[in-house]
């Protein structure tokens, strides 16, 4: 175990290509993540509560339930483990489809395997990071909902409303820009930021 690496950091794989799980298992396991892998969506709530993986990378294009149902799914019931949507379809819809339904990144098939390790260091890095750093501590009505960016939760009365990580930085993109029109590429690369 490296010492930049102290915990060994657990990685759920859900994809129905056998060939690109074994790979990735492979190539993951050189930078010490745990791996556990599933060829479909239908064990993914179970293998969640018993793998308890620090990153979900799921693939979209499923047999049975897509990845954008399961990802839509898991937020609704309160799952905060981030998720990285790896698909074929890279269109810009796509990745905005995805990220407004949970996913925290978006990676387009084919990909560097290198570039997965990267984004997952980083999902795992913000998820250490403080709950309020001093650039987001203002708060932003949104509607009828307040936009807490230091607790990364919406507000209505006494319902609170967690953000996930890609929810958060959707968000925030929009409200650093306010009654701005931004291009779907634009949002995407203010949401990455």
Known sequence: MSAEHPKRRRILVVDDDPELRMLL????????????????????ERRLARFRPDVLVLDLMLPGEDGLSVCKRL?????????????????PFDRVLGLELGADEYIGKPFEPRE??????????????PVAAPDISENVRVGDWIFDRASRELLRGQERVSLTSGEFALLKALTDHPLEPLRRDQLLALARD
């Open 116 to 129: 997965l390790v990267a984004r997952i260091d980083a999902l795992l890095r913000r998820a250490r990071l």
């Open 75 to 91: 937020r609704g019931r309160g799952e905060t483990v981030p998720i990285i949507m790896l698909t074929a379809r890279d269109e």
């Open 25 to 44: 298992e492979k190539y993951l396991g050189r930078y010490d993540f745990e791996i556990a892998t599933l060829p479909d969506a239908a064990d993914v």
